[in-house]
């Protein structure tokens, strides 16, 4: 089975949905995830600005209620066990943190990569434009630094990323994160985990009989 997952950096969503997919495959051995890259905002600075709950209350029409859509997008990341900080985030363009990923996926280190570069964003509040910070992130899931800045100050996978936002057009997918099962139905990714494993086709593995 394999599971495509449309992401950005950038997305909280992403984060929360990475989890809850973890946890609907856990026990899973058949199931290959493939996460594809999709810019919320692909004209983004590379420098950093507003935070991210600041760019939140942009879109509110009152204090009150940017206030409580942090606190719920919050919430639901403290249940997955994720401390997003959205008074910390600053949105930034992230090309080139795909192009990292991209890196990962070719050296078999896509989830760790992504990983760190999510906690990083999110809990750390880190510039993921910045070519020093995204050279640090990689080496510490796993890449090797010379492959890192290589790839940063060059063009490689920038092709893969234009490639899977253009395969995002053309299925339909229009927000992230977005799941897509064997070529399927595009289907959110922030789901919670019992829908997650029936859209899977999955079971609750259930509790551990180890001893």
């Known amino acids: 089975m394999q ?3 449309y992401f950005d950096i950038l997305c909280p969503w ?15 051995m058949d199931a290959e995830v493939v996460w594809r890259s999709l810019e919320l905002d692909p004209e983004g600075s590379r420098t950093a600005g507003p935070t991210a ?19 719920q997008i ?18 930034v363009n992230s090309f080139d943190a795909h ?26 509040g880190l510039d993921i434009a910045s070519h020093q910070v995204l050279e640090r992130l990689g080496a510490e899931a ?3 630094p010379s492959a890192v800045r290589r790839t940063l100050e060059g063009t490689e996978f920038a092709e893969d990323v234009r490639a899977d936002e253009r395969s995002a057009r053309e299925r339909g997918v229009r927000g992230v994160p ?10 959110s ?10 859209l899977l086709g999955s079971r609750d593995p259930g509790p551990s009989t180890d001893s």
């Open 14 to 28: 992403c984060y929360i949905g990475k989890r809850r997919l973890t946890a609907a495959l856990a026990g899973r």
């Open 178 to 187: 977005t799941l897509i099962v064997d070529g399927g139905t595009p289907a």
């Open 53 to 71: 709950a600041e760019v939140i209350a942009r879109y509110q029409s009152s204090p009150e209620r940017a206030a409580a859509r942090i606190r």
């Open 142 to 144: 796993g890449l090797e």
């Open 3 to 5: 599971v495509e997952v």
């Open 99 to 124: 192009r990292l990923v991209r890196l990962g996926a070719a050296h078999e280190l896509a989830d760790e990569v992504l990983e760190r570069l999510l906690y990083g964003y999110h809990t750390e």
């Open 74 to 91: 919050q919430s639901l990341g403290e249940a997955e066990g994720l401390r997003l900080d959205l008074h910390k985030a600053r949105p």
């Open 189 to 198: 990714a922030v789901q919670d985990v019992e829908a997650l494993r029936r």
